[in-house]
């Protein structure tokens, strides 16, 4: 069946560093792709997506790629601030199915 | 404000007790989802609910049951509670199943002793 495959963390990083969180994916068909942000002690909310290959999704400086050739979705940002500490989690929804998730990654940031 | 609103927040429970989850969103959204979210297993769905009228199960539904009560509500019953149901809830809700991604509640942590 369908799933998807997060990098596994905890991710660490200083203040103003770069992120990448690695994200793939294993679908039939042509999958929307998501990724949500859960802060602590709170429920998920969408971050990005993206609909088809090659849409590039943004929001607050986050962005991610869907390349359909190497089925991945990795999440990135440029300057990452302490406000970004999250769990963040990749995930997937084909027509007439539930979303997908992966099993979250953990970013601290440090100032 | 618009949204998905989950009760309780919390919740102990003692092992064979029962309980019912409840869940309502206010966006006119036709399809509505029980996630439950374990250390190291991101998130897992128990049932969905795709149109009013119908549900359907997810990955998890052992020791579970669902009611889509009308467009709004889509409750959550656990008959017999097991330590193993210990974890947090989380119900969702979107316009369909397709693309549009969905709207979270802020859970219910449940502990089962």
């Known amino acids: 069946g369908d799933s998807v495959t997060q990098m596994e963390g905890p991710v660490t990083l200083s203040e103003e560093a770069f992120l990448t969180i690695n994200c793939t994916y294993t679908?039939?068909?042509?999958?929307?792709l998501f990724w949500y942000v859960q802060y602590p002690g709170e429920g998920l909310q969408l971050l990005l997506k993206a609909t088809k290959a090659d849409d590039k999704g943004s929001n607050k400086g986050f962005e991610a790629t869907y390349r359909k050739e190497t089925t991945s979705f990795h999440l990135e940002k440029g300057s990452v601030q302490v406000s970004d500490s999250a769990v963040y989690f990749c995930a997937l929804n084909q027509a007439g199915t539930a979303l997908i998730f992966g099993k979250g990654t953990t970013l601290s940031v440090s100032s | 404000n618009a949204g998905v609103t989950q009760t309780p927040k919390f919740q102990v429970l003692k092992t064979g007790q029962s309980m019912t989850l409840q869940c309502a969103q206010d966006?006119?959204?036709?399809?509505m989802y029980w996630y439950r979210q374990d250390p190291g297993m991101g998130l897992r769905l128990i049932y969905y609910?795709?149109?009013?009228?119908?549900?359907d199960k997810g990955e998890v539904p052992n020791g579970y049951n669902v009611s889509r009560l009308n467009k709004r509500e889509f409750s959550l019953r656990l008959e017999s509670a097991a330590p193993s149901q210990t974890s947090v809830y989380f119900c969702a809700s979107s316009e369909s199943q397709s693309y549009y991604g969905y709207t979270f509640g802020s859970g219910t942590r449940l502990t089962v002793v």
């Open positions: 679908a039939t068909g042509y999958p929307s």
């Open positions: 966006m006119n959204h036709n399809s």
């Open positions: 609910s795709a149109s009013e009228g119908t549900t």
